[in-house]
């Protein structure tokens, strides 16, 4: 199946520092989310991207589906930004996404 | 908003025990998923389910079976918990087909299980 890279692993910021978190895939994919899972486990999904580039408030993210990645980039970070973020995807006619092995992110007041 | 609720939050259990865990979707979403969660692994598909009974394994089936009687349950199963099992269970449901694609996942809150 499809693989999954994320980087960095680990990432510390603090507050109103600028990131970008990048997942690259080693084949082409069709079906690219991002999540955020809370210091409390809950996972959220942020963006559905299988190409070109979306915006949510101080998130954003682009995917590259023809280059095989894609970037989330986090302005203005805030200490609610703190968690693990994944990126997960799909390749050919399944919809069943393979999961990053996720970035880190601790957001220092 | 879609609700995906896990019946326990944090379970602990003896190795040798059957153990079910629980999750139940609100918004008639046709398929379901069953991941575990270990700290430098990520996500891991354990099975996942398209419709009502039918199931199809995922990645790390071994030692676990599932169960899709109603639409908007899908229950893991140990029938044998070991210490090896003790891990983060996330369940997870989408719409079906294309559609899945275009609305992605919903995540429960997650059971943490500690076999002891």
């Known amino acids: 199946g499809i693989q999954v890279e994320q980087s960095p692993p680990d990432l510390i910021l603090q507050e109103g520092a600028n990131s970008t978190l990048r997942c690259n895939f080693s084949?082409?994919?069709?079906?690219l989310q991002w999540f955020h899972q809370n210091p409390w486990g809950q996972l959220i999904n942020l963006f559905y991207?299988?190409?070109g580039t979306k915006q949510n408030g101080r998130l954003s993210a682009t995917t590259v589906a023809t280059e095989r990645y894609s970037l989330l980039y986090i302005s203005s970070s805030q200490t609610t930004d703190s968690g693990v973020y994944f990126c997960?995807?799909?390749?050919?006619?399944?919809?069943?996404?393979?999961f990053g092995r996720g970035t880190s992110l601790i957001v220092h007041p | 908003d879609v609700k995906v609720t896990q019946s326990s939050r944090y379970l602990v259990k003896r190795t040798g025990e059957k153990v079910c865990l629980e999750c139940?979707?609100?918004?008639?979403?046709?398929?379901m998923f069953w991941y575990r969660q270990d700290p430098g692994l990520g996500l891991r598909l354990i099975y996942f389910?398209?419709?009502?009974?039918?199931?199809e394994k995922g990645d790390i089936p071994e030692g676990y079976s599932v169960s899709r009687e109603k639409k908007e349950r899908f229950s893991l199963i140990l029938e044998s918990a070991s210490t090896n099992q003790t891990s983060m269970y996330l369940c997870?449901?989408?719409?079906?087909?294309?559609?899945?694609?275009?609305?992605?996942?919903?995540f429960g809150s997650g059971t943490r299980l500690t076999v002891v």
């Open positions: 997870a449901s989408s719409l079906g087909g294309t559609e899945a694609r275009a609305y992605g996942y919903t």
């Open positions: 084949d082409s994919v069709n079906n």
């Open positions: 991207i299988p190409s």
């Open positions: 997960a995807g799909s390749s050919g006619g399944s919809y069943i996404p393979t």
């Open positions: 139940v979707q609100d918004m008639d979403h046709e398929n």
């Open positions: 389910s398209y419709d009502v009974k039918m199931k």
